[in-house]
């Protein structure tokens, strides 16, 4: 048995969600069982259920980069060099 993920995307712009886990022996009765457990009231507009062993996992070494200082532009800097009268940057 392997152990399956499953997504739910609800109608419209709304993202996918993760919904739950089930175990199926292969990939066509996953489906039917997400199917049935996760989808019967019509829940979702769309699913997607991935084996587990699929799921490609960050280490905490490559989330460590989310942490770091980001520059966000809020125009103050062109907006300073029309005011110099200074040519527009390139």
């Known amino acids: 048995m392997?152990?399956?993920?499953?997504?739910?995307?609800?109608a419209g712009k709304d993202p996918f969600t993760?919904?739950?886990a089930l175990?199926?022996?292969?990939?066509d009765l996953a489906l039917s069982f997400a199917r049935d457990c996760y989808a019967r009231r019509s829940e979702g507009e769309q699913m997607w259920v991935v084996a587990?062993?699929?799921l490609l996992v960050a280490d905490p070494t490559e989330l460590e980069?989310?942490?770091r200082d980001h520059r966000h532009n809020d125009g103050a800097f062109l907006r300073d060099?029309?005011?110099?009268?200074?040519a527009e940057p390139t």
């Open 2 to 10: 392997k152990t399956y993920e499953v997504f739910l995307k609800r």
């Open 65 to 67: 980069m989310a942490d």
């Open 52 to 54: 587990r062993e699929d």
């Open 18 to 20: 993760h919904v739950g």
């Open 81 to 86: 060099l029309r005011q110099a009268g200074s």
């Open 23 to 27: 175990e199926a022996p292969d990939d």
